[in-house]
C-alpha cells in the first residue's frame, strides 16, 4: 500500500510541472426526482418507508442522470482547449465541476494554478450600485483582492468605455453598457487557468470584436483556456485542439480541426431531425414524392450540422411513384428561420434547368459554395413542381442546425445575433 | 510553483474546509458591504430604520408585558421599559439574522450557481449585517439609563461573554436556517413562525423566575432563554441567573456545531438543488 502511494506521488512529480488540468474517471449524477421535489413532507415519506423496511431503490435509479460518465483527459500549461458537443452533451456540467460549482459524484481533478472561472458576464451585479462599486463587487466575487482590483480599476474603466456613468446605479445603464462593464471586469482577472463558457454571445458587433481580441490576448499570454461556444469560427481561431463530448463521454480528443468535422458529421440521439415531414403539412398529388433530404459536405461525408461558410451539397432524394417518367420537374428549397422569416430559395427552374424524374428511386443534389448564414435553428420548405403542377409539398419539412463560423476566412466571427444572412462582399 | 487544487467527491463529512473560508474573508466584507448598502441606502430616511423596527417592538412588549398585565421585574427599581430593552438586548442578534439568513443562500442563487466561493460565507455576511441591529438596540439602552439615572451593574464585566453567546447562538441558527431553507422550501415558512413563537417563549420582558418552578427546565432547553437572561443580568444586575443557563449553552454549542456539519454537507449539492 505504501509502496503504492509512493509510486504515485513519483508520476505525479515527473509530468506535472507542464501540466494544467488533468481529469481522470469523472462522472456526474443527478438524481432528477429527488432533487426536484425536495420537500419535508417527502423526506419524511421517504426515511419512513426505508424504517418500515420498503425499498424504493428501483424507483430511484430510473431517476438518474449521468451528465458525465467516466471523462479522462489532460491539458498542458498554455493550452487554449475548446469543448465542444451539443446541446445536453455535458459541456457545461463540466466546466462547473472544474470550477468547483458542482461536486463530481465520483473520479478525480487535480488543477494546478489560479483558476478562475467566467460562466456568466455579471455574476453579482447589483442593479442599485454603481458602476464603480459594482467593479469592486464583481471583481472580488470573481476572486480578485481589492488591491488587484485597485491597480487595474484604470483598465477596466477604460476598456468598458463607461467612465461618464461610474456613479450611476447600474440599473441605469444600456444592456450593451451592462454588458460592455461586466465583461471589462472578467477580462482583467489574471488566473493562470481560465474557463471560459459562451461569453462571447453578449454586446454589440464592436464590442464582441474587442472581445475577441482581448481572449487572443489571454490565449496568447501563456495562460491555460478552458472554451466551451457553439461558435464553431471562435473555437476555430482560438483554440489549438477539443475535446468532443456527446451524452456526458468524452469522444475525441484532438486538433480543433479534426473535432470539429467530426462533430459535424456524428448524430446525437437527441438532435433534431434533418427530415421530419408530418403528413398533415404534405399536399400535392404524389404522383413523386421526397423520400430522404440529407446533407454532405465538401468531403461527400454526411453531416447533421453546419457552420457558415462551409461547402454544403443538399441532396433530395425523390420516388417516382409511377410507371412513365415525370419531364420538366423543378425542386424548390426555402429556407426559413423559426419565426418565419423567409432567408431564401432554391430553385432550379430560375437558373432555367430542368430534371427529369425517372420510375422508381433519384437523387438530385445542389451545390452551395460557402453556407450563408450564421449560426442558429433554420427550418424549411420543399417542393416538388412539374411544370404548374404540383407533385409533392412539405411544409416544416426538418430543422437545420448551423454553428457560427469564419464566412469570410479572415478569422473574424460575423458577430451580432440579428444578422442570419451572411453575404460575400468585396470593398474598393 | 503554484497553488494545486484537487476537486474530488467529498467522502468525509468531518472535512469542513474552514481555511478555505477564512482564505474568502475579502468577499465576505465586501457582500456584508453590499448587503448594508442596498439596506439603507436606496430609502428615504436611510439608516433611522434601523431604529424604527426594534424600537416599536420593545414599546410593544413593555406596554402589554409592564403597563397591561403588570408583570413584574424583580427589581422595582429598574422601569419595565428599561427591562424589556435589556431582554431584548439578547434576542435580538438572534432575531435578526435568523429572519436574513433563511432565504440567504436562495437570493444569491446566481452567484452560487455561477461561481465558486465557500457557501458559508453567505450566512457569515449577514451575521456581520445583524451587528447593527445589536448595536442600535445597545444605544437605546444607554440612552435609556441615561435618562432614568441607572448605573450599570457591576456585573456588567460579563456582558462581553454574555453577547459572545448571544452572536453564537445567533450564528448557529442563521446557518442552520439558510441550509435547511435551501434543502426545504417550507423552512421559508417556517422560520417566522419559529421567530414569532420564540419571542414569547424567551424571557424578554418578563423574568425568567416567573415560570413555574416544574418548568424551569423546559423553559431553559429554549437556549435563547439563557441568552436573553445573562445578557440582562450583566446589565442590570439583581439575582444571578438561575443555573439551567448552563443548559442553554451547551444546546446552543451543540447546534451550533452540528449546524456547520450539515451545512456543509448541503453545500455540497447547493448549486445542483437551487
Same mark, same amino acid.
Given at each position: 500500500?505504501?509502496?503504492?502511494?509512493?509510486q504515485?506521488k513519483?508520476?505525479?512529480?515527473t509530468?506535472?510541472?507542464?501540466l494544467?488540468? +488533468?481529469v481522470?474517471?469523472v462522472?456526474?449524477?443527478y438524481?432528477?426526482?429527488?432533487?426536484?421535489?425536495?420537500?419535508?413532507?417527502?423526506?419524511i415519506?421517504?426515511t419512513?418507508?426505508?424504517?418500515?423496511g420498503r425499498?424504493?431503490?428501483?424507483?430511484?435509479?430510473d431517476?438518474?442522470?449521468?451528465?458525465?460518465k467516466?471523462?479522462?483527459?489532460?491539458?498542458?500549461r498554455?493550452?487554449?482547449?475548446?469543448?465542444?458537443?451539443r446541446n445536453?452533451?455535458?459541456?457545461?456540467?463540466? &466546466?462547473?465541476?472544474?470550477? +468547483?460549482?458542482?461536486e463530481?459524484?465520483?473520479?478525480r481533478?487535480?488543477?494546478?494554478?489560479?483558476?478562475a472561472?467566467l460562466?456568466?458576464?455579471?455574476t453579482?451585479?447589483?442593479p442599485?450600485?454603481?458602476?464603480?462599486?459594482?467593479i469592486f %463587487?464583481?471583481?472580488?466575487?470573481?476572486g480578485?483582492?481589492?488591491?488587484?482590483?485597485?491597480?487595474?480599476f484604470?483598465e477596466i474603466?477604460?476598456?468598458s468605455g463607461?467612465?461618464k456613468f461610474l456613479d450611476?446605479? #447600474?440599473?441605469?445603464?444600456?444592456?450593451?453598457?451592462?454588458?460592455?462593464?461586466? =465583461?471589462?471586469?472578467?477580462?482583467?482577472?489574471e488566473?493562470?487557468?481560465?474557463?471560459?463558457? @459562451?461569453v462571447?454571445?453578449?454586446?454589440?458587433a464592436?464590442f464582441?470584436k474587442k472581445?475577441?481580441?482581448?481572449? @487572443?490576448g489571454?490565449?496568447k499570454s501563456?495562460?491555460?483556456?478552458l472554451?466551451v461556444?457553439h461558435?464553431?469560427?471562435a473555437?476555430?481561431?482560438?483554440?489549438?485542439k477539443?475535446?468532443?463530448? *456527446?451524452?456526458?463521454?468524452?469522444?475525441?480528443?484532438?486538433?480543433?480541426?479534426?473535432?470539429?468535422n467530426?462533430?459535424?458529421?456524428?448524430?446525437?440521439?437527441?438532435q433534431?431531425?434533418?427530415?421530419?415531414?408530418?403528413?398533415?403539412? +404534405?399536399k400535392?398529388s404524389?404522383?413523386?414524392?421526397?423520400?430522404?433530404i440529407?446533407?454532405?459536405?465538401?468531403?461527400n461525408?454526411?453531416?447533421?450540422?453546419?457552420?457558415?461558410?462551409?461547402?454544403?451539397?443538399?441532396?433530395?432524394?425523390?420516388?417516382n411513384?409511377?410507371?412513365?417518367t415525370?419531364?420538366?420537374?423543378?425542386i424548390? =428549397?426555402?429556407?426559413f428561420?423559426?419565426?418565419?422569416?423567409?432567408? =431564401?430559395?432554391?430553385?432550379?427552374?430560375?437558373?432555367?434547368k430542368y430534371?427529369?424524374?425517372?420510375?422508381?428511386?433519384?437523387?438530385?443534389?445542389?451545390?452551395?459554395?460557402?453556407?450563408?448564414?450564421?449560426?442558429g435553428?433554420?427550418?424549411y420548405?420543399v417542393i &416538388?413542381?412539374?411544370?404548374?403542377?404540383t407533385?409533392?409539398?412539405?411544409?416544416?419539412?426538418?430543422?437545420?442546425?448551423v454553428?457560427?463560423?469564419?464566412?469570410?476566412?479572415t478569422?473574424k466571427?460575423?458577430?451580432g445575433?440579428?444578422?442570419?444572412?451572411?453575404?460575400?462582399?468585396?470593398?474598393? | 510553483?503554484?497553488?494545486?487544487?484537487?476537486? @474530488?467527491?467529498n467522502?468525509?463529512?468531518?472535512?469542513l474546509?474552514?481555511?478555505? #473560508?477564512?482564505?474568502y474573508?475579502?468577499? %465576505?466584507?465586501?457582500?456584508?458591504?453590499?448587503d448594508?448598502?442596498i439596506?439603507?441606502?436606496?430609502?428615504?430616511?436611510?439608516?433611522?430604520?434601523a431604529f424604527?423596527?426594534?424600537?416599536?417592538t420593545?414599546?410593544?412588549?413593555?406596554?402589554?408585558?409592564g403597563?397591561?398585565?403588570?408583570?413584574?421585574?424583580?427589581?422595582s427599581?429598574?422601569?419595565?421599559?428599561?427591562?424589556t430593552?435589556a431582554?431584548?438586548?439578547?434576542?435580538?442578534?438572534?432575531?435578526?439574522?435568523? *429572519?436574513q439568513a433563511g432565504n440567504?443562500?436562495?437570493?444569491a442563487?446566481?452567484?452560487v450557481?455561477?461561481?465558486?466561493?465557500?457557501?458559508?460565507?453567505?450566512?457569515?455576511?449577514?451575521?456581520?449585517?445583524?451587528?447593527?441591529?445589536l448595536?442600535?438596540?445597545l444605544f437605546?439602552?444607554?440612552?435609556?439609563?441615561?435618562y432614568?439615572?441607572?448605573?450599570?451593574?457591576?456585573?456588567?464585566?460579563?456582558?462581553?461573554?454574555?453577547?459572545?453567546v448571544?452572536?453564537?447562538?445567533g450564528?448557529?441558527g442563521g446557518?442552520?436556517?439558510?441550509?435547511?431553507?435551501v434543502?426545504?422550501?417550507?423552512?421559508?415558512q417556517?422560520?417566522?413562525?419559529?421567530?414569532?413563537?420564540?419571542?414569547?417563549?424567551?424571557?424578554?420582558?418578563?423574568?425568567?423566575?416567573?415560570?413555574? @418552578?416544574k418548568?424551569?427546565?423546559?423553559?431553559?432547553?429554549?437556549?435563547?432563554?439563557?441568552v436573553v437572561?445573562?445578557v +440582562?443580568?450583566?446589565?442590570?444586575?439583581?439575582?444571578?441567573?438561575?443555573s439551567?443557563?448552563?443548559?442553554? =449553552?451547551a444546546?446552543?454549542?451543540l447546534?451550533?456545531?452540528f449546524?456547520?456539519?450539515?451545512?456543509?454537507n448541503?453545500?455540497r449539492k447547493?448549486?445542483?438543488?437551487?
Amino acid at each position: 500500500m505504501n509502496d503504492l502511494l509512493i509510486q504515485k506521488k513519483v508520476i505525479q512529480n515527473t509530468t506535472d510541472d507542464n501540466l494544467a488540468i +488533468r481529469v481522470e474517471h469523472v462522472s456526474k449524477k443527478y438524481e432528477l426526482g429527488m432533487l426536484a421535489s425536495g420537500t419535508l413532507y417527502h423526506t419524511i415519506w421517504n426515511t419512513l418507508d426505508r424504517l418500515r423496511g420498503r425499498n424504493k431503490r428501483s424507483a430511484q435509479e430510473d431517476n438518474e442522470f449521468w451528465a458525465l460518465k467516466d471523462i479522462n483527459f489532460e491539458i498542458k500549461r498554455g493550452e487554449v482547449i475548446g469543448i465542444i458537443g451539443r446541446n445536453g452533451a455535458g459541456k457545461s456540467t463540466l &466546466l462547473k465541476v472544474l470550477s +468547483r460549482i458542482t461536486e463530481p459524484s465520483s473520479g478525480r481533478i487535480t488543477i494546478n494554478g489560479r483558476i478562475a472561472s467566467l460562466l456568466e458576464v455579471g455574476t453579482g451585479f447589483h442593479p442599485e450600485l454603481s458602476g464603480r462599486e459594482n467593479i469592486f %463587487l464583481n471583481g472580488s466575487i470573481l476572486g480578485m483582492t481589492r488591491q488587484e482590483i485597485k491597480s487595474k480599476f484604470d483598465e477596466i474603466v477604460d476598456f468598458s468605455g463607461v467612465e461618464k456613468f461610474l456613479d450611476t446605479p #447600474v440599473k441605469r445603464y444600456s444592456s450593451g453598457m451592462y454588458v460592455r462593464l461586466a =465583461f471589462a471586469v472578467a477580462a482583467h482577472l489574471e488566473p493562470e487557468i481560465l474557463i471560459i463558457d @459562451e461569453v462571447l454571445s453578449v454586446g454589440d458587433a464592436e464590442f464582441q470584436k474587442k472581445c475577441i481580441g482581448k481572449m @487572443e490576448g489571454v490565449a496568447k499570454s501563456g495562460r491555460t483556456v478552458l472554451f466551451v461556444s457553439h461558435n464553431m469560427g471562435a473555437v476555430k481561431t482560438l483554440t489549438s485542439k477539443s475535446i468532443l463530448l *456527446s451524452e456526458g463521454k468524452l469522444i475525441d480528443y484532438d486538433k480543433t480541426n479534426i473535432i470539429i468535422n467530426k462533430y459535424l458529421t456524428s448524430f446525437a440521439g437527441n438532435q433534431s431531425s434533418m427530415f421530419s415531414p408530418l403528413p398533415k403539412n +404534405r399536399k400535392g398529388s404524389q404522383a413523386a414524392s421526397f423520400k430522404d433530404i440529407f446533407i454532405t459536405n465538401g468531403a461527400n461525408e454526411r453531416i447533421h450540422s453546419i457552420i457558415s461558410g462551409i461547402k454544403v451539397e443538399i441532396h433530395f432524394i425523390i420516388n417516382n411513384n409511377t410507371k412513365s417518367t415525370l419531364e420538366q420537374c423543378s425542386i424548390g =428549397f426555402g429556407l426559413f428561420s423559426l419565426e418565419n422569416n423567409m432567408l =431564401f430559395a432554391l430553385k432550379n427552374d430560375v437558373i432555367g434547368k430542368y430534371f427529369d424524374v425517372r420510375p422508381g428511386e433519384n437523387e438530385f443534389v445542389v451545390t452551395l459554395e460557402k453556407w450563408p448564414t450564421s449560426g442558429g435553428v433554420l427550418k424549411y420548405n420543399v417542393i &416538388l413542381n412539374k411544370g404548374l403542377e404540383t407533385l409533392d409539398w412539405i411544409q416544416e419539412c426538418g430543422t437545420i442546425d448551423v454553428d457560427t463560423g469564419d464566412f469570410y476566412g479572415t478569422g473574424k466571427v460575423p458577430a451580432g445575433n440579428s444578422q442570419i444572412v451572411l453575404v460575400e462582399q468585396k470593398w474598393h | 510553483m503554484s497553488q494545486r487544487l484537487i476537486i @474530488e467527491p467529498n467522502k468525509s463529512i468531518l472535512n469542513l474546509n474552514l481555511k478555505e #473560508v477564512w482564505n474568502y474573508r475579502e468577499l %465576505l466584507w465586501t457582500l456584508t458591504y453590499r448587503d448594508l448598502r442596498i439596506k439603507y441606502a436606496q430609502t428615504a430616511i436611510g439608516f433611522t430604520w434601523a431604529f424604527i423596527n426594534p424600537v416599536i417592538t420593545i414599546l410593544i412588549l413593555s406596554f402589554v408585558f409592564g403597563t397591561v398585565a403588570k408583570v413584574g421585574t424583580g427589581n422595582s427599581e429598574i422601569p419595565h421599559l428599561l427591562y424589556t430593552t435589556a431582554g431584548m438586548c439578547g434576542w435580538t442578534y438572534f432575531s435578526s439574522l435568523l *429572519s436574513q439568513a433563511g432565504n440567504s443562500i436562495i437570493g444569491a442563487q446566481g452567484m452560487v450557481k455561477k461561481i465558486y466561493f465557500p457557501r458559508l460565507i453567505i450566512p457569515l455576511s449577514k451575521a456581520l449585517t445583524a451587528f447593527i441591529d445589536l448595536l442600535v438596540v445597545l444605544f437605546c439602552i444607554a440612552l435609556l439609563m441615561l435618562y432614568y439615572q441607572i448605573l450599570p451593574a457591576s456585573s456588567l464585566i460579563y456582558l462581553p461573554f454574555f453577547l459572545g453567546v448571544a452572536v453564537i447562538s445567533g450564528l448557529a441558527g442563521g446557518i442552520w436556517m439558510s441550509a435547511l431553507t435551501v434543502r426545504y422550501r417550507d423552512f421559508v415558512q417556517i422560520t417566522p413562525l419559529l421567530l414569532r413563537v420564540g419571542m414569547y417563549a424567551t424571557p424578554i420582558a418578563f423574568p425568567a423566575s416567573a415560570v413555574p @418552578e416544574k418548568y424551569q427546565l423546559l423553559f431553559y432547553l429554549n437556549p435563547m432563554a439563557g441568552v436573553v437572561e445573562g445578557v +440582562r443580568w450583566s446589565i442590570l444586575g439583581g439575582d444571578p441567573p438561575s443555573s439551567y443557563i448552563y443548559v442553554s =449553552f451547551a444546546i446552543i454549542l451543540l447546534f451550533l456545531i452540528f449546524g456547520v456539519f450539515y451545512f456543509n454537507n448541503v453545500q455540497r449539492k447547493m448549486a445542483d438543488i437551487l
